[in-house]
């Protein structure tokens, strides 16, 4: 008989592997039986909207999509309980809390547990929704690799092979064109996801948002690789790069309710940078975008995605709320949401990879 309800919820951005958290969460209850597993459509959204958008998972459901990219529950990076957007009369936007409304919902629903994919904007959601008494544990979820309190995230790796894949099939471009070729690969303002594609894609140049470059060093490194050997240059440069002393590049379409800034466009105005330093040789940009993101997950998010499925329903069953699943090898353990939001994962000048990087003579235009 099912006497407990858990619901679980994808929020942010989508990501390889989070069907295969939600298989494993299903999987797990199953083995213990009393448990019913369901699913809030499209983050919270599910639970705020009426009628209720709410689907049972039971394993016949999640069968076999521990393989497919995206998320059978869809997702959003808008709304939400504490910033549900609404028109005013004049036609501007505003946002209500809807928070106590949603958890006397969840109550009304029988949910005892929540279990919450996402990235630090949903484990804000997650910790706040905890401080008002809800049964909740947080999943860490991003490609972007920039949570602390976790060695590693599922999608994170998946993303790095498709931006190295990318590299690879650049290479053969720039070296039959004599090019510089230009690769803008996702990571908001963390440079992970272009540090490694560059050092397993063996590009030259790697500008990241963590170091910024001095456009005449970067044109410098190029016109020395031209007139050392081989006449062309691979450059991957991270959407949160920027020039000493510049902004971002923000992307200016606004959508309703999303409050991120969209980074992009950094690959074109690397480009333009170059040709005004003087650059002679031949340029051309490509934006990766949500290649990164989309798809099947690699067999290591694979894993990870189901570890973390595991142990989030083995912490409803310990009551263990507030928490977030961890990844710190070789455990899979859980860290307070507190300290899960601490502070970003950042590329520091003492990362490992970047004195392996640069031991390779891969420039960061400094
Ligand atoms: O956080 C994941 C991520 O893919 C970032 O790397 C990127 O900046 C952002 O999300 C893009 O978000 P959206 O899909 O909303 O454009």
Redesign the pocket.
Known sequence: MIMKRCLIVTG????PGLNAVIRAVVKRAAVQKEWEIVGSIEAFNGILREPTEIVILDEHMVSGIHYRGGTILKTT?KGGPFAWPVKNNDGTWTTVDRSDEMLRKMQYLGIDAVINIG?DGSQQISKKLFEKGCNIIGVPK???N?LTATDSTFGYQTAVQIATEAVDKLVTTAASHNRVLILEV???YAGW?ALNAAVAGGAEICLLPEFPYDINKVLESVNERFERDQGFVNIVIS??ARAVGKDYSILSEQEIG?E?R???GVANVLMHELKEAGCQHSIRTTVLG?L??GGIPIAYDRVLATQFGVKAFEMVLAGEFGRMVSYQHPEITSVSLEEALQKPNLVEPDTALMKTARGIGIHFGD
Do not use: A
């Not at 942010?12 to 990501?15: K, L, Q, W």
């Open positions: 942010g951005g989508d990501c990076n990235g991003t490609i972007d920039d996702m990571g908001r996801i959407e949160g999303y991120n969209r980074l992009g949500h990164q993101r």
